[in-house]
């Protein structure tokens, strides 16, 4: 049995982001890839959708310069032939501020002859923004009366 | 073949929410029933995590006094045997200000015999948020200097 796409993409992916080494990534990545992570670009401008195995590694190269993984635990997943979903939790460090965050988040992935054809990333986003803020946004309470 | 037990929880859900009907699904809940909707629950009580049928059943009957979803398209889906996950879009209408609303959410879930054993949901959290509020939530842009 073969090992399945999603463990390499994965290892290769943390060494691109946490020893900037993409070289292994760069291999595993379609040179069509389509890459979405969801969530404010206005805030992190690495978020969004980028195409294309050159895009992908730049943007890559931004998440790099900006956070530091200390541990990621895989909560739930699931593997199809070509394909996987998972949800994890992070652990990271804000570079800029040596802020500590830890955020959730989903991905599903598809791949083709090993190498990455598309992913969508879906954030808990509201949680990510209030630890990068460092404070909460005070929200009013929003539900009809009982 | 059978039906996979997502499809008939999906319809029994929605029949739930938008038609106050929650007998088909109050068949589809497993006693012990594990739920969590990841988000800020300050802002909508009805996020957050449930435990046991009655108290899913009534989390749901909140949602459906909060909001009426008008459609939904699945992105992305991934099925095991007694397992699902999916990235969905669902447009919805929040009933007290009659705003709409398009959030992405994505859900893993487990069956047992047919019936949901736990579902864990993430949300597109600060997207959802700032159209609850009808506003964008001003954020500093938070990245390295290139």
Known sequence: MTE??????SRALHRALNDRQPEDLAALLDEDVEWTIYGPIDMFPFLGGRRGKAAVLEVVRQIADN???????????M????S????????????DSNKPISVRLAHFAQFKAGRLLNIRVLIDSFDLVEQALGRSIHL???VMPA
Chains 1, 2 share one sequence.
């Open 140 to 142: 009013p309470k929003m």
């Open 84 to 95: 996987a979903a998972s949800m994890l939790r992070y652990t990271l460090t804000a570079l």
């Open 67 to 77: 956070f530091r993984i200390h541990r990621f635990d895989r909560e739930s997943i």
């Open 4 to 9: 399945h796409s999603l463990w390499r993409f």
């Open 79 to 82: 593997l199809g032939v070509d």
